[in-house]
């Protein structure tokens, strides 16, 4: 497998109309790795934009690095009144989702984001949670008190299902993304393991270093990318606006975000800023070029 760019494009939270344009900037200014998901319900978009870029000759598609998630989600989040989709990022990003965990939906799901984002295959495609919901229409599933409903599909089993994509040529390489050191060790160990992950996408930032993971991700030859590398909130205080980062910013001339991303390079781990604004898109990706 090609190796992951060290720097992507997030969409998370981007709004069709926006995510477009912000995928043909970044593709403009020299990105090669988009990451989304399902559940982001963008997917749409970000092919256009995509294949816009490709229809235009200013990239093939084998020189891009295209991520999805499968449809799967955590088990328990706070009950109703409380905002679900925070609680879920919090305990992390999205990929395969959370209610395609049974063996039979994961090509299903799959094949449902290759259509949107109009790809023979995918580069890469990870599974969003170590835990499923009960499969349905809704992306998350609740009971009458407002608590998600689990499914009872245990892990290996949709990682078996994954790497029957990798061998029918859908994916080019399987990853995971929200796992700590025992659920991916549960992997690795795996009797008759096809196919390794090859990264595990957390959330990580200075307010959540996550060394200790990442120190066993890298032992185990497992690749490691950060979402949300710009967010984060520590006492009220916004990692972007922390007097720190704002101090280190001004020394080397660069802006908070820029930091951020060095931060993460510098431990070689891949990071996936999200931004719709063509100036931080370009200012962020010069970032994965300079030295300071």
Known sequence: MEEIPILGLGTWKAVAGEVTEAVKVAIDVGYRHVDCAYVYH??????????????????????????SKEL?????????????????????????????????????ACTRSLKALKLDYLDLYLMHWPMGFKSGEADLPMDHNGMIIPSNTDFLDTWEAMENLVAAGLVRAIGVSNFNHEQLERILNKPNLRFKPVTNQIECHPYLTQKNLISFCQSRNVSVTA??????????????????????????RKSAAQILIRFQIQRN??????????????????ESASSF
Request: hydrophobic share 35%; charged share 20%.
């Open 42 to 67: 963008n997917e749409n978009e970000v092919g256009v934009g995509v294949q816009s870029k490709i229809k235009e000759g200013v990239v093939r598609r084998e020189n891009l690095f295209i991520v």
């Open 72 to 108: 799967m989600t955590p088990s328990v989040l706070e009950p109703t009144g409380q905002d679900l989709w925070s609680s879920v990022h919090r305990l992390g990003a999205l990929q395969l989702w959370c209610t395609c965990h049974k063996k039979p939906l994961v090509k299903a």
């Open 227 to 252: 979402y949300l590398p710009l967010g984060g909130c520590s006492g009220g205080m916004h990692l972007m606006e922390d007097p720190t980062i704002q101090t280190i910013a001004q020394k080397h």
């Open 269 to 286: 781990v891949r990071v996936i800023p999200k931004s719709v604004n063509p100036k931080q898109i370009l200012e962020n990706f010069q």
